[in-house]
Nanobody
Framework: QVLLVESGGGLVQTGDSLRLSCAAS????????MAWFRQAPGKEREFVAA???????HYADSVRGRFTISRDNAKSTVYLEMNSLKPEDTAVYYC??????????????????WGQGTQVSVSS
């Protein structure tokens, strides 16, 4: 079982930056692909970014160029650096761990372990 705990969310203004962290325990982080998803009120959970065991990275079109995902396996932690934040980035951000195939990275059902989420609110 993998336990994931997110932190770093908060209330910021348009154009600000935030860094989210996801601390993992219970299993060797390096054997998992890691991802960030988000869910806004009244909307489905959506893919934001993923980093595979090989450190290859994938991003949603809506965040590419503004967000950066990274991992530190020695610290069992995954990060999401968010720059140039927009009001439409407002959501609960969730960390996920799993071993999905490449074509299924954006599929919520393919990720077996989830954190409790951290709120990010961006004011205009």
């Amino acid at each position: 079982q993998v336990l994931l705990v997110e932190s770093g969310g908060g209330l910021v203004q348009t154009g600000d930056s935030l860094r989210l962290s996801c601390a993992a325990s219970g299993h060797t982080l390096s054997t998992y692909a890691m991802a960030w998803f988000r869910q806004a009120p009244g909307k489905e959970r959506e893919f934001v970014a993923a980093i595979r065991q090989t450190n290859t990275k994938h991003y949603a079109d809506s965040v590419r160029g503004r967000f950066t995902i990274s991992r530190d396996n020695a610290k069992s932690t995954v990060y999401l650096e968010m720059n140039s934040l927009k009001p439409e980035d407002t959501a609960v951000y969730y960390c996920a761990a799993g071993r999905p195939i490449l074509s299924a990275l954006t599929n919520v059902q393919m990720w077996g372990h989830w954190g409790q989420g951290t709120q990010v609110s961006v004011s205009s």
